[in-house]
């Protein structure tokens, strides 16, 4: 993509203390992570739950301390702001959070939840009530919404809801935290399509943070997995769902089949247990759950880049019939 990057995320690390008086230490939620998000383009953090993922989307939007890194938003250092400074950040980058219904306060109608970003930010010269039909028209829902309250909507309204909350102030940048968790699988493409096409129509870039590659597959133009809070493998989308290089991206995609009766799907089986992250494996943080880990895998750390691991994946890779003693 040409020109400047609207998001970019240089070597970010999100630690967390942990133990007591006596035995206080730190671990690493994130641990070095860089990657750039342009307008106009959509870019999905994926991982099971406790990769790091919704971390790093709250480190982004102010919600978390950055230990080391710097985010540069829109050509301003934003992880040094204090929260007068990220105040005026989030007129410009937004948040979606998860849980449909929970997300929206249950004593508000319809008409108030949407245009509470401009009470927060100021409503000089604004009618709220224009504001509102005009952002529930924009999410597709009828404007006598307006005087429902939250516990009245389903799922489905609730997310667009939360969306028109999003785009009310014409922010250049969602973060979206699991945007279709807990919606019935047609509603989920639903509200995809409508991120879809409001991206489009507003020209907003857009991070989804997710575990679900159906999401990831519908809307992201490229996308980063994650594993014990590192980046292992990134790209275009496309290309990481035609022929994923990292082993544990294929192990994440061979569970979670497209439904494509002419694609081989043998599921690549990981043993469950993923490693504390109070005590990371050494070499390969993945070494402890692949099926091709060799003995450098144990104690070497993979070269940096788009893949890391010492020994990506050839297109069709299939697991070795025995795991190589490591
Ligand atoms: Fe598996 Fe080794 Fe690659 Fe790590 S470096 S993902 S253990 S093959």
New binding site residues.
Partial sequence: MSGSPILSVRDVQVSFPVGGLTTRSAILGVAGVSFDVHRGETFALVGESGSGKTTLARAINGLQHVSDGSITFDGERIDVLGKSGMKQIRRRMSMMFQDPVGSLSPRMTVGDLVTEPFRIHGTEGRNLRDEANRLLTLVGLPADFASRYPHQLSGGQARRVGVARAIALNPSLIIADEPTAGLDVSVQGEVLNLLNELRERLGLAMVIITHNLHVVHHVADRMAVMYLGRF?ETGETEAVFAAPR???TAALLSANPEPDPDRAHDRITLPAEVPSLLSRPL??E??TR?P???S??TTAQ?PSGNV?????LEPGARPPSKKVPS
């Fill in positions: 292992v990292h082993p544990y070499g390969c993945f070494h692949c091709w880990a060799q450098i895998c993979p890391a691991c010492h020994f990506p």
